[in-house]
């Protein structure tokens, strides 16, 4: 409203038929913004970088001036920020548009202390909070066919079903808190960032002792360690395409988020650690965007 006065939200909110919002149009939030468009939804958008709202504009999509006209204007408010500094940042912005009967869901893969606080800026406002952070890379977002760990009230969880229904192949209810969803998204990151590592020092010590790379992952596809990740990562490898789906920055966060809760809770983890070290020597490379 032109006053600045928080309206209510509409009817059939709860089914995922009312105004939906979406902040952070990085490489992932794009994709799943431009899903929600493309489903029919009323959406509307705000980046910090406001020239990325454009391609989203053109869709359909609404435009707004701040992430509070955001959570002003929409019933339900997913958000999609790159680490816990800027996940922070937003839900602080969009908290002033919040209130009773808004729910805010930030699909970030942050630390178990952040989600807890956005929680808690959220309920300050009356509104209702849950975490959900994604597994699957834009191309998947792009499908609608991301997985969804979420954690937080169980309510959030029931208004945000029908839109992560859209954007995503399955979705889980993890537990009643944040740090539910962000433990059991980490566990997810470190067999992905161990695996990736694992594979590519496989192809590499294949390909310098003259071993037929391809033959190598004939094998482990036609063996028990068979898995989608191991066929098309290692396809890319091979053909030396190395286009990102997830960025080295953003999964070096995750496998360093992972160790420090390894070391919360005092369990080793040697092999997270050494996979982190090469992607932060991949960092140093100047590979972090690939």
Same mark, same amino acid.
Request: hydrophobic fraction near 45%.
């Given at each position: 409203?032109?006053?600045?006065?928080?309206?209510?939200?509409?009817?059939?909110?709860?089914?995922?038929?009312?105004?939906?919002?979406?902040?952070?149009?990085?490489?992932?939030?794009?994709?799943?913004?431009?899903?929600?468009?493309?489903?029919?939804?009323? %959406?509307?958008?705000?980046? =910090?970088? $406001? +020239?990325?709202? *454009?391609? @989203?504009?053109?869709? &359909?999509?609404?435009? /707004? #001036?701040?992430?509070?006209?955001?959570?002003?204007?929409?019933?339900?408010?997913?958000?999609?920020?790159?680490?816990?500094?800027?996940?922070?940042?937003?839900?602080?912005?969009?908290?002033?548009?919040?209130?009773?009967?808004?729910?805010?869901?930030?699909?970030?893969?942050?630390?178990?202390?952040?989600?807890?606080?956005?929680?808690?800026?959220?309920?300050?406002?009356?509104?209702?909070?849950?975490?959900?952070? %994604?597994?699957?890379?834009? =191309?998947? $977002? +792009?499908?609608? *066919?991301? @997985?969804?760990?979420? &954690?937080?009230?169980? /309510? #959030?969880?029931?208004?945000?079903?029908?839109?992560?229904?859209?954007?995503?192949?399955?979705?889980?209810?993890?537990?009643?808190?944040?740090?539910?969803?962000?433990?059991?998204?980490?566990?997810?990151?470190?067999?992905?960032?161990?695996?990736?590592?694992?594979?590519?020092?496989?192809?590499?010590?294949?390909?310098?002792?003259?071993?037929?790379?391809?033959?190598?992952?004939?094998?482990?596809?036609?063996?028990?360690?068979?898995?989608?990740?191991?066929? $098309?990562?290692?396809?890319?490898?091979?053909?030396?395409?190395?286009?990102?789906?997830?960025?080295?920055?953003?999964?070096?966060?995750?496998?360093?988020?992972?160790?420090?809760?390894?070391?919360?809770?005092?369990?080793?983890?040697?092999?997270?650690?050494?996979?982190?070290?090469?992607y932060i020597r991949a960092k140093q490379l100047g590979l972090a965007d690939n």
């Open positions: 409203p032109a006053d600045g006065t928080a309206r209510p939200p509409e009817e059939g909110a709860m089914a995922g038929q009312g105004r939906v919002g979406f902040l952070g149009l990085g490489i992932m939030g794009a994709r799943m913004a431009e899903v929600l468009v493309k489903s029919g939804r009323n %959406v509307t958008v705000w980046n =910090r970088s $406001a +020239a990325r709202c *454009e391609p @989203l504009k053109a869709a &359909g999509a609404s435009v /707004a #001036a701040d992430a509070a006209e955001v959570t002003q204007s929409c019933d339900i408010t997913f958000a999609m920020l790159s680490d816990p500094a800027a996940a922070s940042a937003v839900v602080k912005a969009a908290a002033p548009g919040m209130g009773p009967g808004r729910t805010y869901v930030d699909c970030s893969t942050v630390d178990e202390a952040t989600g807890e606080s956005s929680a808690s800026v959220i309920s300050a406002t009356g509104g209702k909070f849950l975490a959900a952070p %994604v597994s699957g890379g834009w =191309r998947d $977002a +792009a499908k609608g *066919e991301l @997985l969804f760990i979420c &954690g937080g009230e169980k /309510a #959030a969880f029931d208004a945000a079903s029908p839109l992560m229904d859209v954007m995503g192949a399955q979705s889980w209810h993890t537990g009643k808190t944040p740090s539910h969803a962000s433990r059991a998204k980490l566990m997810l990151q470190i067999m992905m960032g161990t695996m990736i590592g694992s594979l590519a020092e496989c192809l590499a010590l294949s390909k310098a002792s003259g071993v037929d790379q391809t033959m190598v992952l004939q094998m482990l596809m036609k063996g028990a360690m068979a898995n989608p990740l191991i066929g $098309a990562k290692g396809k890319l490898m091979i053909e030396g395409k190395f286009d990102p789906n997830f960025q080295v920055y953003l999964q070096q966060k995750d496998l360093r988020l992972a160790q420090a809760l390894a070391e919360k809770v005092e369990v080793p983890a040697p092999i997270t650690a050494a996979a982190n070290a090469q």
